[in-house]
């Protein structure tokens, strides 16, 4: 499991790198529609959930 979460507004962003880098397991990728270029402005709240259940997971990573 990667330790890097990219965080999006929507999945149009994405382009072709994204994409194959996300399938390969390089990164963890969240949506978070419907927000615009400034996510933890407009959804902060979600952007706070995100990283909690984020930091959760790695944490039951480590030996």
Not at 30 to 38: C, D, E, F, I, R
Request: hydrophobic share 35%; proline share 8%; with cysteine.
């Amino acid at each position: 499991m990667s330790g890097e979460t990219l965080l999006f507004p929507g999945i149009e962003r994405l382009d072709r790198d994204l994409t194959i880098g996300q399938m390969q397991g390089r990164f963890m990728m969240q949506v978070l529609p419907p927000s615009g270029h400034a996510v933890q402005e407009n959804k902060p709240e979600k952007l706070s959930t995100n990283f909690h259940h984020s930091s959760l997971k790695q944490a039951n990573c480590v030996p």
